[in-house]
């Protein structure tokens, strides 16, 4: 059941740009307009800025800055993801704690994030940044009813989701990088790792660990990815609500997901080709024994990327390097 604090956080977020007054509010929450206010004023203790205009009612100003497990949960608009949240100040990593709550029985949707990672992991065994209160470093536990196979299709749809929250708050255009990286103005923002745990005919769970540079000026990016690496700050030229981008992209994963297990991988395929990166273009490629021209085409269902020669032999790729 929602708390009568979750339904008026909700009522007020989706009303962001408008007042409300005590009244409307009082009979949307069927609670008196002193409670209502009794509300307002907690709301106010866990950070939200809660502006009160004589005549017009209350708006949301301002989102706490301090995340916690409240303050993601209440406003959240999923039904399971997000149904248990657990936050740190510090860990090593929320990819382990997610392997261990999976363990320890946890469900769909399960949440771990941190203000700031001492060991996060990247793809390919590489060090993940995840400064403190600087960037969005998640785990969602997940447990689709899947065959292994069908797992990468699991990583791109995480693509698709955060270039879709991020083209829905912003002018940007980000584009997905085979696998799954998001880039900006050719510089990487955020990362996906996907680890899973699998019998042979069905996936047990998945962790699926969302890594998004998001308030780091240029100078608290390592020194080593400045380079090739960006934040939404950098981009966008503002400072983001961290609570509300999380709620956001666990909105927006659910939704998506919703969709993919109702529907199926191709509005994912055809999403995640609307943002790819150097789609119709033609790039080197290259193996340990040769390298060759081909352009990209598109992905396929497995997760590879499907390639064609100026012969028109098209081809998948699983691994490569790619000279972007
Ligand atoms: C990559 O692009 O190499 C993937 C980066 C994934 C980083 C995230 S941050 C949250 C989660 N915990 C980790 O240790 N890694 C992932």
Do not use: C
Request: charged share 25%; net charge neutral.
């Amino acid at each position: 059941m929602e708390s009568t604090r979750q339904r008026l956080i909700k009522i007020l977020e989706s009303n962001r740009d408008s007042y409300l007054s005590g009244q409307e509010l009082s009979n949307q929450l069927n609670v008196s307009r002193t409670a209502v206010w009794k509300h307002m004023k907690e709301l106010g203790k866990d950070g939200y800025e809660i502006e009160a205009a004589p005549r017009k009612g209350y708006r949301i100003v301002a989102y706490p800055d301090k995340v916690t497990k409240n303050t993601l949960q209440w406003g959240l608009n999923t039904s399971r993801v997000g149904r248990d949240i657990f936050h740190y100040e510090q860990v090593s990593s929320t990819q382990d704690i997610a392997h261990q709550l999976a363990k320890e029985g946890y469900g769909h949707g399960t949440v771990v994030v941190a203000d700031e990672q001492v060991k996060g992991k990247g793809r390919m065994s590489r060090a993940w940044h995840s400064k403190r209160n600087e960037g969005i470093w998640f785990s969602l536990l997940l447990k689709p009813e899947l065959p292994p196979v069908q797992a990468p299709q699991i990583t791109l749809l995480a693509a698709v989701v955060l270039a879709e929250a991020i083209s829905s708050i912003s002018d940007l255009s980000p584009q997905i990088k085979w696998p799954n990286d998001i880039l900006i103005n050719h510089k990487k923002i955020a990362g996906i790792l996907t680890e899973m745990q699998a019998e042979q005919d069905q996936i047990q769970y998945i962790v699926l660990g969302i890594g998004i540079n998001v308030n780091q000026d240029q100078s608290s990016l390592p020194e080593d990815i400045r380079h090739k690496a960006t934040s939404l700050r950098q981009e966008s030229g503002k400072t983001w609500e961290i609570n509300w981008l999380i709620q956001l992209i666990l909105e927006t994963f659910e939704n998506t997901y919703e969709q993919f297990i109702q529907e199926g991988f191709l509005p994912v395929k055809n999403k995640w080709e609307k943002y790819g990166y150097r789609l119709g273009q033609e790039v080197t490629i290259s193996t340990m024994r040769k390298a060759w021209q081909a352009t990209l085409v598109g992905i396929e269902a497995d997760g590879a990327l499907l390639t064609r020669t100026e012969e028109g032999i098209q081809e998948k790729l699983y691994s490569a390097e790619i000279h972007w």
